[in-house]
């Protein structure tokens, strides 16, 4: 069964694109690939299963887009890896 980690748009400790700026989408979008970037620097690329994307969602105020991590919870390694997204993600840009 394919299901979804919701990881946000940015690491957790820094500032990100607010809908309704100038611009979102696309900084919204540039931001969150720089997110899975990072993501696989820390974590390594997603094993066979699992895989990081953006996912857009549409409420009143507009569309905005997360990072998730979508996995097959059929291959163990994808399950683990979309719960280590979750805990222990990057959450700077940097290490420092």
């Given at each position: 069964?394919?299901?979804?980690?919701?990881?946000?748009?940015?690491?957790?400790?820094?500032?990100?694109?607010?809908?309704?700026?100038?611009?979102?989408?696309?900084?919204?979008?540039e931001e969150c690939?720089?997110?899975?970037?990072?993501?696989?620097?820390?974590?390594?690329?997603?094993?066979?299963?699992?895989?990081?994307?953006?996912?857009?969602?549409?409420?009143d105020a507009g569309?905005?887009?997360?990072?998730?991590?979508?996995?097959?919870?059929?291959?163990?390694?994808?399950?683990?890896?979309?719960?280590r997204c979750e805990?222990?993600?990057?959450?700077?840009?940097?290490?420092?």
């Open positions: 069964m394919r299901d979804l980690t919701w990881l946000g748009p940015v690491p957790a400790d820094e500032p990100c694109a607010q809908l309704g700026d100038p611009d979102y989408e696309v900084v919204a979008l690939g720089r997110y899975i970037r990072r993501i696989r620097e820390v974590l390594g690329p997603e094993p066979e299963g699992a895989r990081l994307k953006v996912k857009w969602s549409t409420v569309r905005y887009c997360e990072v998730v991590c979508e996995f097959d919870d059929r291959f163990p390694a994808a399950f683990d890896y979309a719960l805990s222990e993600g990057p959450l700077r840009w940097t290490d420092g």
